[in-house]
């Protein structure tokens, strides 16, 4: 008789409130969370260690430093541009219109 036991990680999303990331600056990221687990067969069955939250951003696959940033705290660097789309005004950092989601 064998066993087939270890541990892996399992990511998890802990709120369901989107957070606009600061690298792409689409509202995409959210609060997430890798735990790992104690393994056999390749089931997760006991929660080892619960890891620390940070934001994960869906669109850009990025991870975000700092647990809680918010839109205030992402930087601006001061030049601005006019959405194609929207026609609304958005910080020139950004690689997608934080209102209307297009390529800048």
Partial sequence: ???????????????????????????????TRVDHYLSLFFIPLIRVKQGEPF??????????????????????SGASTVCVACKKVFDRSFKYCPHCGQRA
């Fill in 1 to 31: 008789m064998f066993l087939i036991a270890g541990v892996q990680p399992k990511t998890r999303r802990v709120d369901d409130n989107p957070q606009r990331c600061p690298a792409c600056g689409l509202s995409q990221a959210f609060t």
């Fill in 55 to 76: 934001l994960l951003c869906e669109g850009c696959q990025r991870p975000v430093n700092g647990s809680r940033a918010t839109a205030q705290e992402v930087p601006l």
